[in-house]
């Protein structure tokens, strides 16, 4: 990935507040993988599986961290984290965003909506009534945002994000289209076989520095509303049920689903696939690894799995047949024991 | 939550057809779960657990089962079913619906669409050639119906929900944001290979009273439609596949997948996260626990699951490698009982 | 299903490349299944368990394979593989698409768009700036395509597909509404507890001929594109991560999750609901079945599984009880072994 513009080795350093031994007036032209990397490319090692690609790696210099400093033979840039680094030489590929401000004429925005004056609103965006848009926020092509919605400063939204009522977002939160925020939760209470539904009249509150992916789902709280702290981040298709509560910092994978009532705690990571039961508590710094079926509270935090790995048919047809058995084999083995 | 207006108790009371037997005059403003009421509130004690909390609790009247009405020392109302009352107090607090009715002029309609006068379509709406909209229908933001396609009377779509042609919408049905109704189904055919479309050709019938989640997707049909039964309720980012049935009453929980050409019977409850496979029959009345697997055909009404509960992930490891050795297992408790 | 003309069954042979041995000039009126076929249809049999249907249907005439000719009383067409020809009989059902051709009054179209003359925009679509629309496509009603995006010639997209920005779709492509291409992908570096963006900016290539269904989110990569090779079909609400690598014929079914920088082989199948895990790679020729973890690299073809059956609830709560317990049957099977 090219650089929009070049940069010395030293200018790099100096960006990156890290330390360069030699090759300060160096030329790099882009960042790229151990792997991918050019000779005009610095790279980065991040993860200590990699260090034989550093014999291999073509590029002119890498960043790393202290402790592999002298498996380097060429340049360096000494950083504490050689990801976020990375992290950082990638924003020096990005092209500046256009500064465009002002509404689209094809926007629908409602009289009593406030937008600020850097704001953008572009083409076919629905904005409706009581909206308020804040400062250099920027609304997606086809987005809507239902009345009484308020978004924070600094926030994008990309097309066709859709916006119910209610739903207060927080400043330089990032979402992505077709993610949809502030829908009905799934509340019904049976009489005599059919279902009626419970109003859900609470919205939705999005704390600062969120992101949440592709065609997500938040829906919106029966009494309170669905809370999801700052700096959290949802991946791609994960849904959220209402009166959930997600506490800061926590990160949850693709295709995840939180049934409603449910409390996550501050620093978990809920792994892709996993679904978590309603009406339960997750405390602070869990790790829930991928397709797992999280049934009760979990109040210590540590690493909880459930499942179990794919295999080759025909084994798993074999362990099939023996599960199905397991009451059995343990009535078993308790009758040979008494028998000793 | 607050309602719009105040009522006294035994308003509430008449409403909600419930039995009040003192403080009749007591004014309420609101209604709340039995934790977060407050004075001026009415809760209510929809499930046994929560007994212990009606000593606790500072609303200042409950409504209750009659089996629980000597429990409570406020004023209270007793109805047959609580939660469903709960349900009716709700309602006091929405706001009523603006009447809007007409058509927005940014909204593009097909000539030959037909929309009732009482019908309202909303900043951008799509209406394809021949469709047709019934009386007081909602058509919101957005929102995309194609060709040949009818709405039923009192059926609100949220923003953004797209209908492909020749779909039937029943009446007073509710779509949230980013539905997708009548998609292509999943079929092909493989020729040396590569994969040959089947056309789906088929559209998708969904009767009165119906709820769809956001982001959900229900495919249309090869040779005859994909029917929702009456009273049916999706939540979010189900997957329903081409030809599918699903019967009156039915209710599926978020991130469900049913596969193609699947009956699923009536008054059946579906678990989130669980995936039903192509080409069987559930029958009326089965209940499948969230995050299972159903392979097989279901012929008797019961509880069903599948799955294993998420543990502390060192000891899945221990269970996974025991687990992988269950084939084993059986072999030797077979040899030590032929030994004895 | 009735075809737009009838056609003589001399005629479908022809149109089949199929060999009719009788009944050439009977005139047949549509197609449909062996159990629904009426007596002026003609129906196929593609699938061994239904011969015995072959007694019962009413159709007028069958379309068999060879090996099956014998067992059908009424005039046959013999080809090489009925599935096709049941897709190939169902073309002749489906209405003409309209040509449009030309950009609808209230699409926005950027003035560095460049629109092949046979192209069509409906109603409310967004082409961004640099855009390239190729011969024949067809972009349905609230689509979103960004920046420096290319839509290969015949590519079909539905209403409300939302395209990002450097995505690249070949020809005769389908893309199902609510399918988000080019979302950034799920990329953070934690610092100190929070999670810190990295970059996205590379863009998504698709090749010639994929289908992609409803709702489904392809994200774009970091440093080199998210690749989709020719002819995949994807399904509905699937979720393909950054740097993904799909291989050519490959085939995935709904709400599959793909975890990001895997890469997976040509003329593979994955099961719907099933998660693959990131960084891992799946050879050629490999079938997942539905539901699947697959937590490793697979170096071989054949047929992989994980997971277990749905079953009654009381069998499944007693089997978890001594699932549990499957560290220590096998310990206390070691002992009796030793005991001998």
Redesign the interface.
């Known amino acids: ?1 090219q650089f929009q513009t070049t940069h010395t080795l030293a200018e790099l350093a100096a960006y990156l507040q890290g330390t360069c031994l030699s090759g300060a007036q160096m030329v790099i032209q882009g ?3 151990l792997k ?1 990397a050019s000779s005009t490319d610095i790279t980065f090692l991040a993860q200590p599986q990699y260090v034989p690609l550093l014999a291999e790696t073509h590029a002119a210099a890498v960043v790393v961290g202290a402790n592999h400093a002298d498996k380097c033979n060429q340049p360096i840039i000494i950083v504490p ?1 050689p ?2 680094a ?2 950082q030489l ?2 020096l ?2 092209p500046d965003e256009p500064v465009l401000a002002g509404i ?1 004429p ?1 926007a ?1 925005v409602a009289k009593t909506a406030v937008i600020a004056k850097t704001a953008t609103i ?3 965006a ?1 904005i409706g009534e009581h909206v308020q848009i804040g400062e250099g926020v920027h609304i ?3 987005v ?1 945002i ?1 009345a009484h919605s308020t978004i924070g400063a600094q926030t994008k939204l ?3 994000v ?1 916006i ?1 009522h209610q739903v207060h977002i927080g400043e330089r939160c ?1 979402i ?3 993610a ?1 925020i502030g ?2 939760g ?4 049976n ?1 005599k ?7 859900q ?2 919205g939705v509150e999005i704390a600062d520095d969120v ?1 949440i ?5 938040i ?1 919106r709280g ?3 509303p669905t809370r999801i702290g700052r ?1 959290v ?1 949802i ?3 994960v ?1 959220i ?1 209402h009166n959930v509560q997600v506490g800061d ?1 926590t ?1 949850i ?3 995840v ?1 939180i ?1 409603g009532s449910t409390t996550i705690g501050k ?1 978990c990571a809920i792994g ?4 978590i ?1 309603g009406h339960i508590q997750i405390t602070d710094g869990v ?10 509270s979990i109040d210590k935090p ?13 084994k ?12 059995d ?2 009535k ?2 308790r009758a ?2 008494q ?2």
Not at 316 to 327: G, I, N, T
Request: with cysteine; proline share 3%.
């Open positions: 990935m960042v790229n993988t991918e984290d990801y976020i990375f992290g990638m924003r590929c990005a689209h094809s629908v572009e083409a076919q629905f997606g092509p086809q809507s239902g990309f097309a066709q859709g119910y990032i992505h289209s077709g949809v829908a009905d799934f509340g019904f209470a009489h076989g059919n279902w009626i539904k419970i109003p009249l609470a992101e992916g592709a065609n997500t789902a829906d029966v009494l309170t700096g981040k991946d791609n298709l849904q049920g910092h990160i994978t693709g295709c689903a049934a620093h892709g696939g996993s679904c039961n790790q829930i690894t991928a397709m797992s079926g999280v049934l009760a540590g690493v909880y799995s459930s499942g179990s790995p794919a295999i080759e048919n025909a798993w047809r074999k362990l099939m047949a023996s599960y199905f058995r397991l009451p084999i343990l078993r083995l040979l024991e028998d000793k």
